[in-house]
Structures are given as structure tokens and as C-alpha cells.
């Protein structure tokens, strides 16, 4: 029993030396261009200091809130407002020990070790003694916003926002001296949702107020929806985002749209046909746009959200109640990415998935529409995803990638949170890749040179970004 490794060694996935190699020679001497987040602009705005434990680990996190609840905590102890901090921070302790061989149990001895130096194990016995060491260490300036994303080296920050946002907080970071380069990323997602009148009607209405356009018709609408992506563009935007289900296998003309979108705009919801073609209509809107700007388009597809009604109602969307969806990806996406092509309106886009089942699919989907008008990998298969964001997930989208298309061009990892402390799931993705390389470098299957293999692993963890986006980069 005594021959055990320690837990989370300083190799911990890297289990040959040229793993090792790869990974303290090569990957973590990157910094971070995390290209697709969800952290809030106003905390990095104002550099925000963070009261406590549970405000900078617990607090948004429905990673957490998910495994909290699968242990039978009452949902007034994850996401309730009569309850201290210290207890929701008690009960996510005392869950913890369940959550071995989860990704959780990893993230969280990680998150707590580079943050706050904590080597302890956490559970309901070292709960306090972990609470009053990061809370003292919470007051200095390494653990402010500021402070987290310097000392990580993150280089860029893509948030996800509205398009009716006005941006403020992105304007102010600009005046700050955070040298990580924080950009906005349009997402339009409200845009589409045509089945629920009042709420689109509410959304079409806060268009109109700050793109100063009277919205009468869709060609008014869409004149809206462009002031905003000139406006976002203008504060350095260069990423849209999708988060939908699929892209709808239909048609819509023009006509159709207009007649749909009057329906709607008299408060008739669109059927589930009608929406389909108007999401149809305004993807290629949106490939019009992002493509004539240089964009990059993210499309985020497969999941099912707000499974709970009960928890929708009582908190609200994004809580931890989503699931894998078993939508049909391939025809949609195909005709899409062609119709776009055939018009010259492609733009460089990463496509990810949430079901597994779809790996090969997306996979081969990119090389359809590959054609070296911009640059190498113009189109990606995005990281692993939500739910595929751990080591397996992870090792299934880089072996479909090296299977079916070129690893070597692929951008790498995002954090897709909206925790400050995830930052260790960068570290996460660098030391699977290095341990998959590095074993096959030992078994002869990848050649032994350093220049070359190392030079990829590089260009994987940073510089493909770097190259990809065309964004201006900090200096960390």
C-alpha cells in the first residue's frame, strides 16, 4: 500500500517521460487565450475582490451545483438566499468525498492547490481549516480578478455577451491596467427564439432602444442586429457564439421570414416549423455578417436545456439541469456550411459537440469546407465541450481530430466557465494531450524530435489560437 503515488503529483497524468517532456518544456510555458468564457465583465471591471471561499469556488458554478443535489443536499444549501455562505460551502465540502473519479474531485484538489496553496483533502474534517486559509488569502491582490487572470497568464479573455449589452463594463476594462485583453463575443441566441412571442417581443424592443432603430419590419430588425455586430466590432469583437440544438435541415425564403416575424411581432408564437425556417433565415444572416467582418463563428450544438421545470421556475436558466441531446447534427450542419460556401460567406467557424456520438460526424464535417482562402484550419472541431470537457471527453475529440483532420492545426482549449478558478482545467487539457503524444512517441508511432513534436504541442496550447483569431494578445 505504501508504493502508491501521493495524490496529484507534480506528473500527475503524465505517465512516461516524454509526457513530462512535452508538458513542463513545452505546454505550460503558454500562456492562456481562452477564446470562449463566460466569466462576467463587470468583476473584471472593477477587480473584483472576492468575500469568500464560496463566492470565488461555489457561487455560478452549476458543475458544482449538479454533484450537490446528485448527493441529496436541499436546494436551499447549492442555490438558496436563506442560507450563509459557509454553509453552502459545508455542504459542497461534505460532498466532495462522493465525487471521486468525477472531474470534480480533480478540478477542485487543483483549483484549491494553484490558487490557494492548499495541498489539504477536502472533506467535512478539513472544511474550516480550508474556509479560514482561503479567506485570508482572498484579501490580497493575487486572488482579485486582476490578480487571478495576471497570474495565470491569461492573454485573452472572449466573455459572451447580449447583443443588446451595452458593453460599459468592456469599455472600463479598457481603461483599466489589466494587461490580459478582454473582448466581447456576440451572441444572439434571443434573436431566434421566435416560439416564445412575448419573450422575443420584449428582446426586439431592448434592440430597438440601444440600436436607436424603430423596428417595424425584419429588414428593420435586421439593420438593428447589424448596428450591434458594427458596434461590438468597434470595441475589438471578433467571435460570435450559437448555443443551439441543431442547425435546422429546411429552407426559408425572405417571404417567409417576414411573414413569420410579423406573426410573431403581433404576438402569435411561431410554430415549431415557422422557427426552424426563421433560425435558418437568420443563421445565414449571421454567416453574412460574420464573414464580411473576419469573424470567427462558434456554434455550440446538442444540448437540452432547463430539464427541470421546478428548478426553472424556482432559479432560473443555466443551473445545472442541462443534458446531452440526441438531435440529428449532420444534414443540417452540411447544407449550412455549403450554402454558406457556395456564397463566398464562410467564415472561419469552430463547431462543437455535446453528444459523443456526434465526434466523427463533426469531425469530418470540417474538411468539407476547408478551402486556404484565410489560413490553416479555417474550420474546427471545437475542444470537448460541457459534459466532455474531462479527460475522457477530451481524449475522444483529439483522437476523432488526429483520425480524421489535422491536430496539429487545431486551437485547443476554452474554459466555457464562469468561475475565475477554472483556470486549471487549461492545465487539465495540456497534461492529457501530452500523456496521449507522449505515449506514442514511446511506442515509436510519433517520431522523437523535440523541434517538431514539441512545436505542435505549443501551437495547440497558445499560438494556433494566437493565429486563428487575429486578436491582439497581452503581454504575460
Known amino acids: 500500500m505504501s508504493s502508491a503515488k501521493p495524490f496529484l503529483p507534480d506528473d500527475f497524468l503524465l505517465n512516461t517521460e516524454w509526457a513530462r517532456t512535452l508538458y513542463f518544456e513545452h505546454a505550460v510555458k503558454q500562456p492562456i487565450f481562452d477564446y470562449h468564457c463566460h ?19 461555489l457561487a455560478g458554478d452549476h458543475y458544482k451545483w449538479r454533484a450537490m443535489r446528485s448527493n441529496g443536499v436541499p436546494e436551499e444549501l447549492v442555490t438558496g438566499n436563506q442560507t450563509s455562505d459557509f454553509d453552502k460551502f459545508m455542504a459542497w465540502a461534505k460532498t466532495v468525498p462522493y465525487t471521486i473519479r468525477n472531474p470534480l474531485y480533480h478540478w477542485s484538489h487543483l483549483e484549491l492547490r494553484r490558487y ?60 483599466t491596467k489589466l494587461e490580459t485583453k478582454v473582448y466581447p463575443t456576440f451572441r444572439p441566441d434571443k434573436a431566434l427564439a421566435v416560439n416564445n412571442a412575448a419573450g422575443f417581443n420584449a428582446w426586439v424592443e431592448q434592440l430597438s432602444a440601444r440600436s436607436n432603430i424603430e423596428i417595424r419590419d425584419l429588414a428593420s ?34 417571404a417567409e421570414a417576414k411573414a413569420i416575424f410579423a406573426a410573431v411581432r403581433a404576438g402569435t408564437a411561431a410554430t415549431p416549423e415557422q422557427t426552424n425556417k426563421f433560425t435558418w433565415f437568420m443563421m445565414l444572416f449571421f454567416g453574412h455578417l460574420d464573414a464580411d467582418r473576419g469573424w470567427t463563428k462558434q456554434l455550440h450544438l446538442g444540448a437540452i436545456r432547463n430539464n427541470n421545470s421546478r428548478l426553472l421556475k424556482r ?27 457556395s456564397e463566398g460567406k464562410l467564415p472561419k467557424t469552430i463547431i462543437y459537440n455535446l453528444n459523443p456520438a456526434d465526434n466523427y460526424v463533426f469531425a469530418t464535417m470540417i474538411g468539407n469546407v476547408q478551402d486556404g482562402s ?56 495540456r497534461r492529457v494531450l501530452c500523456s496521449m503524444i507522449g505515449k506514442e512517441i514511446e511506442g515509436g508511432l510519433i517520431p522523437a524530435d523535440r523541434e517538431l513534436v ?17 486578436l491582439e494578445v497581452g503581454k504575460l
Not at 315 to 341: E, H, K, T
Not at 454 to 470: P, T
Request: one cysteine or more; charged letters at 20%; glycine letters at 8%.
Open 39 to 57: 466569466l462576467p465583465p463587470d468583476q473584471i471591471a472593477n477587480n473584483r475582490q472576492f468575500e469568500n471561499l464560496y463566492q470565488v469556488w
Open 116 to 175: 490557494f496553496g492548499i495541498n489539504e483533502i477536502i472533506n467535512e474534517k478539513t472544511a474550516q481549516k480550508i474556509w479560514d486559509t482561503a479567506n485570508e488569502k482572498l484579501k490580497t491582490p493575487a486572488l482579485t480578478t486582476h490578480g487571478i487572470l495576471t497570474n495565470c497568464r491569461v492573454n485573452v479573455v472572449c466573455t459572451t455577451d447580449d447583443p443588446v449589452d451595452d458593453l460599459a463594463h468592456h469599455i472600463a476594462i479598457k481603461k
Open 221 to 254: 430588425f435586421l439593420s438593428a442586429i447589424k448596428n450591434r455586430h458594427d458596434f461590438f466590432h468597434s470595441l475589438g469583437a471578433r467571435v460570435s457564439d450559437h448555443g443551439m440544438e441543431n442547425i435546422p435541415d429546411t429552407d426559408c425564403t425572405e
Open 315 to 341: 432559479v432560473g436558466a443555466d443551473v445545472g439541469v442541462d443534458s446531452i441531446g440526441d438531435f440529428p447534427q449532420a444534414r443540417g450542419l452540411s447544407r449550412y456550411f455549403d450554402r454558406l460556401d
Open 374 to 429: 484565410m489560413m490553416p484550419g479555417k474550420i474546427q472541431f471545437g475542444s470537448g465541450w460541457w459534459f466532455l470537457d474531462q479527460k475522457e471527453g477530451m481524449e475522444w475529440q483529439i483522437n476523432a481530430l488526429s483520425q480524421l483532420g489535422l491536430l496539429s492545426r487545431f486551437i485547443g482549449m476554452l474554459t466555457d466557465s464562469r468561475s475565475f478558478v477554472s483556470y486549471v482545467r487549461h492545465e487539465y487539457f
Open 454 to 470: 514539441g512545436g505542435m504541442i505549443e501551437n495547440i496550447c497558445y499560438k494556433n489560437a494566437v493565429q486563428h483569431f487575429g
